[in-house]
């Protein structure tokens, strides 16, 4: 007859009975847990959803800078007053304008002249036939009568001459004809080169008067009888003709130069066309007209352009986010769809103070918190993503804040916006902390003040303090602003989105969480186990460039499950029998399989991110017990299921942890190690790496061959550093008690 059952045995009895309670209801799940799952991660593995986003961002951007390159229709009349300033919304050619000035410029050239040598040749010829005909007048045959022989002379002579003749009256060839030889060839000498002297400077015909007054002068001191010289004279008067004339194709050829000098006029764009009570006569109305701001007749062209742009900046976009997943630490979608909303916030913001420049707020866009979108970006995403949303916010902002005139670009914005976002990416480090993300905004603050000073001087204008003192005033609120958003926008895309941002991970780490004391106070052995566990991981994650951060932080967590029953647990048996040796091994394996699905169970109590409940229920996946399980083999007589032995899992679904997974098994295995060498320790890590291989307990996870191997290496070199070789110092005491 059996003695009564000890009381020791009846609790243990009823504790495994809860515990295989757990573990039933943990292989047999229900649908009621899947019930309490929210919709989002559903959401995130659409895999066509990324198909919807771009298309959203382009409308977002697309809606924002539309009123930006729109050019403006005014319904203006002839005559009428304008009710305000109009900008030229394009820069377009005034051809109109240009002609007119082109026909200026040529009407401003002067008629072009030549000077005709040739008719200086001629004059002199006409001159000395003149006087050779006048010789051989002269010769006639003589009668008594003088005036009958006068007559002779002067028909002769005209009938030499001819028709030129009547150049001249009888006074002229009467003198001549009665002078002698040698007097007609004095005159004829004097009245030659007389022309010739004359005729070879520029005679226009309106000097042609004082050129043949010139004759008379030349003349004056010939010695010559009166009436022969006036004759000479006469005779050279009537030989200077103008040689100066006009020509026609030169001044043809100067006139078109003179049009091709004159550049087109333009209508700039930003020109004010007519500013705000000026009457709108005809030369301002066929400006207007001519830019199409009556008419709505450029509106489609600035449209296309931008549509161009968008549509570039989506494919950059979207070669961004297709070429690597590993980019990311959360869900591909879920990093497009956060990324869309943090675009979508910071465009608006920057949309709704822009509206403030039509109020004579021109510089207004230097107060805007751009740096929050990129702040966001890199602290909930990526830093490479956060780069490439400093230039989208520079090229939106440039477009946004462009001093009221629609399709221009403020480079000064766009400068001042790619500066700040840039040092805030660089400032803000590795390590985010909140109190780093304040001291970014200050950094941006002072950085934004030194990009503004450097444009005013580059700008060289004349500011007033007041003005310069707004701008620096401008500077520190972005800066500042940007980073109070960031700090108070952060939890609700972290709890909205589920994320697991490199700051939360830091906060979770603080010794003085709720549960890692828990941990210290009631399972010491299991703290320990647990920091080493995060320093080998962590050291293997960042060599294979998984999230070590989420691996040394997840592993301080990953046996919280202990906290139940820690005497049960080697690590925490100090000083004490180990309780294992008196239950049946069946029940020590319950035990030893419950704390996974029991620290899950206080994660998911404690509202702990979803990575973490990963880490405590996978990180030994479906790994057998094989302790227990042989000792049961030994114990039985019947044969006994391995799969009962076996942790329910599921395997590790992620690199991170199954590193945790193979670091866990490593530290443990080490620490029973006598005397650990370097040979010892590789050998062991290779051994279980290679054991959970061979087991299945990475097949659903993307670790590699080539990784494994860079995980064995990083561990057996951490393990090294830990159990590097001491010196052995002699103990002085036994020394002392010797020499006693």
């Known amino acids: 007859m059996r003695g009564p059952v000890p009381q020791d045995r009846v609790v243990f009895a009823s504790t495994m009975k809860e515990v295989l309670q757990k573990v039933r209801k943990k292989l047999g799940r229900t649908s009621q847990k899947k019930e309490k799952q929210p919709i989002w991660p559903f959401f995130w593995k659409i895999q066509s959803l990324h198909l919807f986003l771009y298309p959203i961002i382009g409308i977002i951007m697309f809606s924002v800078l539309f009123t930006s390159v729109k050019p403006d229709t005014f319904h203006a009349k002839l005559f009428s007053v304008s009710d305000q300033t109009i900008y030229a919304p394009v820069t377009v050619v005034d051809q109109e304008m240009t002609e007119k000035r082109k026909e200026e410029a040529a009407e401003s050239v002067e008629d072009q002249y030549v000077l005709k040598k040739e008719y200086a040749d001629n004059s002199v010829d006409l001159v000395e036939s003149f006087f050779d005909a006048i010789g051989e007048a002269s010769s006639a045959d003589g009668q008594s009568n003088q005036e009958a022989g006068n007559e002779a002379q002067l028909d002769k002579l005209k009938t030499i001459l001819g028709e030129t003749y009547e150049k001249y009256s009888e006074n002229v060839y009467l003198p001549l004809l009665a002078a002698d030889e040698q007097q007609r060839s004095l005159a004829k000498d004097a009245v030659v080169t007389a022309v010739n002297e004359i005729m070879n400077e520029p005679i226009p015909s309106e000097k042609l008067n004082e050129a043949r007054d010139k004759v008379k002068e030349k003349l004056q001191y010939v010695n010559l009888p009166e009436k022969i010289r006036a004759a000479a004279e006469e005779i050279g008067r009537g030989a200077i003709i103008s040689n100066y004339v006009f020509d026609p194709q030169a001044t043809d050829e100067k006139r078109e130069e003179a049009k091709e000098k004159v550049q087109e006029v333009q209508i700039k764009q930003g020109q004010i066309i007519v500013e705000e009570g000026q009457l709108i006569d005809r030369e301002v109305y066929r400006k207007l007209e001519l830019l199409g701001l009556l008419d709505n007749k450029y509106t489609f062209q600035p449209l296309f352009g931008l549509f161009i742009l968008i549509v570039l900046t989506l494919a950059y976009l979207a070669y961004f986010f297709e070429k690597d997943d590993k980019l990311f630490v959360i869900n591909k979608n879920k990093a497009l769809l956060l990324f869309t909303i943090i675009l979508a916030f910071t465009l608006a913001v920057m949309k709704i103070i822009g509206l403030f420049q039509k109020m004579d707020y021109s510089q207004i866009g230097f107060i805007v918190p751009v740096v929050v979108g990129v702040m966001l970006t890199k602290l909930l995403i990526s830093d490479k993503l956060a780069f490439v949303s400093s230039l989208i916010y520079a090229l939106c902002g440039s477009f946004i804040f462009n001093e009221g005139v ?74 500042v602003a940007s980073s109070v958003l960031s700090i108070g926008l952060l939890p609700f895309f972290e709890s909205g989105f589920g994320i697991l941002s490199s700051m939360k991970l830091i906060e979770l780490s603080n010794p003085n969480h709720p549960l890692l004391r828990k941990i210290l106070t009631e399972a010491p052995g299991t703290y320990h186990h647990s920091v080493m566990v995060a320093n080998l991981a962590e050291s293997a994650c960042e060599a294979i460039g998984a999230n070590g951060l989420l691996a040394r932080v997840g592993s301080y967590y990953h046996d919280i499950g202990k906290t139940r029953r820690p005497h049960y647990f080697i690590e925490n048996q100090m000083n004490m029998e180990n309780p294992h040796d008196k239950l049946s091994p069946q029940l020590s394996k319950n035990i030893i399989i419950a704390h996974a699905e029991e620290g899950a169970e206080m994660l998911r109590k404690h509202k702990m991110p979803k990575e973490f409940i990963d880490i405590a229920q996978q990180h030994h996946g479906t790994s057998l017990l094989k302790f227990f399980y042989h000792k049961a083999q030994e114990n039985s007589d ?103």
Do not use: W
């Open 406 to 479: 629609t399709g221009t670009f403020n480079f000064t914005i766009g400068l001042y916006y790619l500066c700040g976002c840039i040092a805030a990416i660089l400032f803000l480090g590795e390590h985010n902390v909140r109190s780093k993300i304040l001291q970014t905004g200050l950094f941006v603050s002072i950085v934004n003040i030194v990009v503004i000073t450097s444009i005013l001087f580059i700008q060289n204008g004349i500011y007033s303090s007041l003005e310069i003192g707004s701008y620096f005033l401008m500077a520190v609120v972005s800066g």
């Open 638 to 740: 019947q044969p006994v299921l391995e799969s009962e032995f076996r942790y329910p899992g599921p395997k590790p679904q992620t690199r991170e942890v199954a590193v945790i997974s193979i670091a866990d098994s490593v530290e443990a295995a080490v620490r029973s190690l006598k005397n650990p060498t370097p040979d010892k320790i590789e050998k062991l890590v290779r051994s279980i790496i290679k054991d959970k291989l061979q087991d299945g307990q990475f097949d659903e996870c993307d670790l590699t061959l080539k990784e494994l191997e860079l995980v064995a290496k990083s561990l057996c070199e951490t393990l090294k550093g830990i159990f590097h070789s001491r010196i052995e110092y002699p103990d002085f005491q036994e020394k002392k008690v010797k020499k006693a």
